[in-house]
């Protein structure tokens, strides 16, 4: 005794017979059930911007430190001796300058030669008359926009244009003048120079 299914038959999946066109309906049809056949792939990703922000947090960290270490660890020699004072004022976190009798450099970096401590007319802003040292104004031009942008990203950091200078000496005054003069123009203005400390 045969019976009779009461479930609704689904239409056919197979291709329709080879005279009759297939239409676009039925193509899509076909792909969505292939689709939901297949199984989902997991998708495994690594989040890199937690990464990227701790990255930047401990760069802003080690400019800070060598920035205050840096006048530390200066080490006297022929081209640089540094002057002996009472003061008690400690170092603080501040862009170092060093002025030798063979030249300048700022955060351990070489900025410009000296003659004899002095500075060559050509590498000034008009001439032998001039104040403003060119490759030093540009040198902490870069540096203070790097500060200022580090200040709006930081509230805790502000840019106020704090400088140790560690000169020679027998520095020249109209030297040490261009200098603080360059300083001023880039909006470095807390100056401090830094001393030997004599023995009491």
């Known amino acids: 005794m045969s019976t009779a299914s009461s479930r609704p038959s ?6 329709p017979v080879a005279d009759k066109s297939v239409s676009m309906a039925y193509v899509n049809r076909v792909v969505r059930a292939k689709l939901r056949r297949r199984a989902e792939p997991e998708h495994f990703g690594l989040n890199i911007y937690p990464m990227m ?3 930047t947090i401990l760069l802003v960290y080690m400019m800070a430190i060598f920035a205050t270490s840096s006048a530390a660890a200066v080490q006297e020699s022929s081209e640089l001796r540094i002057p002996y004072s009472t ?38 802003q008009g001439g032998s008359s001039g104040f403003l040292i060119t490759p030093l104004y540009k040198t902490l031009g870069e540096i203070r926009d790097r500060k200022k942008r580090t200040a709006q990203r930081f509230a ?6 704090d400088v140790q200078i560690i000169a020679d000496r027998r520095t020249p005054y109209r030297t040490l003048s261009e200098v603080i003069y360059t300083l001023g123009q880039t909006e470095f203005k807390n100056l401090r120079f830094v001393v030997n400390k004599k023995a009491q």
């Not at 689904?10 to 291709?15: C, D, H, I, Q, V």
């Not at 003061?87 to 002025?99: G, N, T, Y």
Request: aromatic share 2%; net charge neutral; proline share 8%.
């Open 156 to 161: 805790n950091q502000p840019f106020v244009g």
């Open 87 to 124: 003061s008690k004022v400690e170092l603080s976190d501040a862009i170092s300058v060093q002025i030798s009798r063979s030249g300048v450099v700022v955060d351990g970096k070489s900025i410009l030669e000296l003659r004899n401590g002095i500075v060559d007319p050509s590498l000034k």
């Open 53 to 55: 922000d701790m990255l």
């Open 10 to 15: 689904r239409p056919s999946l197979a291709p």
